[in-house]
């Protein structure tokens, strides 16, 4: 080394080493690692949570994708569709609701809409907004009052004595989506647990790579760390694994969406996404398990409408954890009174772009 | 290792080495919180490292390095300007203009020169190792670093 850079060395020594008192204590910023990363956690799950209802959408639309090749004579409504403007109309904004529930056939105990999202088609046509509600958000359901929003699906759905009205407890949700957010929509769609395995088994099962080996509490089957071909009960069962994991409920969002991304990949592949038989097939393999309601649109239009938009990467918007009590006592999640307001008004005005540009914070991706 | 074991005896290193990257106690302290974040989310991965000790130094110097857009470097430069108002009256306070302008120069080196010079004048790292945790040759390390240190003489000989 020059002699003549030692005076810089020299310099350059003392002046880290008098820069170490100004070093920061290690206490606080531990506590601000551990506040951070339980915030990165809670957006994950927010963002695990939408990219599976997208899924639920994406399967969703493989029916109606189907009913195009095996339906082709549904005759085109006379009067004119919101879906379809006529030459040199503007397209109106469309609005959808997407329920996840739990439970298989529901004959043992009620179901509720674990996952629950508004699903934005602006007049643009630009991209989809998928708008996640926390399932236990704590809102007022038409007709029975304050309760948490997975309820909503239970109270519709409940028959005493007889299997629950599946359709029923679709209905009740969105008007109880629809009195929280003022906005209408052009239809519904809801899965459950059981169609999900039917639509695993109905591509011929899928193919998930694990990280961890988990083992399952209620069948005592054993996932082994690495990729593996999963069929409907399997998959299912691997799916509701979430006590006795290392992070629990985390872990079994993040192997729901590895889950998720196999189906797609099948729902991909051109030996279904090109046959239309075969999606007729997975179409009645998930049967009454799944319900579709549409609004002054048909499944065809549907289809052509959002073939387009779906292509381009839709837009999610979650909301933080911030439980209260409710006017019940219970526990409940609550929305930020300001944000949620402008939202549900920038929805119903098809001014999503606008908000999400002012409200960085609260997409998910 | 734990992670708890891991932050109980890495923490207090890993802010002096993110302090004289950044010459800054707060921009040092959100370095530290933003590699901590990721090192906890992603911990599995970290902990089959070689060395996980190396590992985190690596991710908080990439991080330093490529942060371009936060608005934290930003502040690191401005605050960093070198103030002409400050007297130059007597030798007690010349001694702390010198430590104040030390400070500005290094903030006005390359992000990659500076890093090297912290790890080989505070860490004390052989050079193989500097070149480990900047990605880079080796003689890429040396000639980073004497670029530096000759930027610095000519501003010390200025002064």
Known sequence: MNDDLRPVEDALRAAFARQEESTPPAGPVRAAIEAAVSRRRRRRRTAQAVGVALALFAVLSVPVLGRIGTAPATPEPAAPSPTTPGPGEPAEPLDFLVLGIDGGDGRRHGNRADTVLMVHVPADRSRLYLISLPRDLGVEIPGYGYDKLNAAFYLGSHRPGQRPDLARGAELTERTVAALTGVRFDGTATLNYQGLRQVTDAVGGVEVCLPDRVSSRHTGREYPTGCQHLDGARALDLLRQRVGMPEGAHDRDRNAQRFVKALLQKLRDPAIADNPGRIAEILAAAGTNLTLRLDGTTVPELAATLRPVAAAEPVGIGWTINPVRGVTGAWVETLDPAESHSLFEALRRDRLAEWVARHPHRVTG | ?159
Do not use: K
């Not at chain 2, 992670?3 to 370095?31: C, I, K, N």
């Not at chain 2, 901590?36 to 390095?65: C, F, S």
């Not at chain 2, 502040?75 to 002409?84: H, I, K, Y």
């Open chain 2, 1 to 159: 290792m734990t992670y708890e074991e891991f932050v109980g005896s890495r923490l207090t290193a890993l802010l002096r080495y993110a302090m004289m990257l950044t010459g800054d106690p707060h921009l040092a302290q959100d370095l530290v919180q933003e590699t901590m974040v990721r090192v906890q989310l992603n911990w599995r991965r970290v902990v089959r490292a070689d060395a996980p000790e190396r590992y985190v130094r690596r991710m908080l110097t990439n991080l330093y390095l490529d942060w371009q857009r936060g608005s934290w470097i930003r502040r690191v430069f401005l605050r960093a300007e070198p103030d002409d108002t400050v007297p130059a009256a007597t030798d007690h306070v010349q001694t702390t203009v010198d430590r104040d302008q030390i400070w500005s120069w290094l903030a006005r080196l390359p992000r990659r020169q500076r890093a090297a010079l912290v790890l080989r004048y505070y860490e004390d790292l052989p050079d193989a190792e500097i070149a480990e945790v900047l990605g880079c040759a080796v003689g890429t390390v040396r000639s980073s670093i004497s670029r530096a240190l000759a930027t610095l003489r000519a501003e010390l000989v200025e002064a």
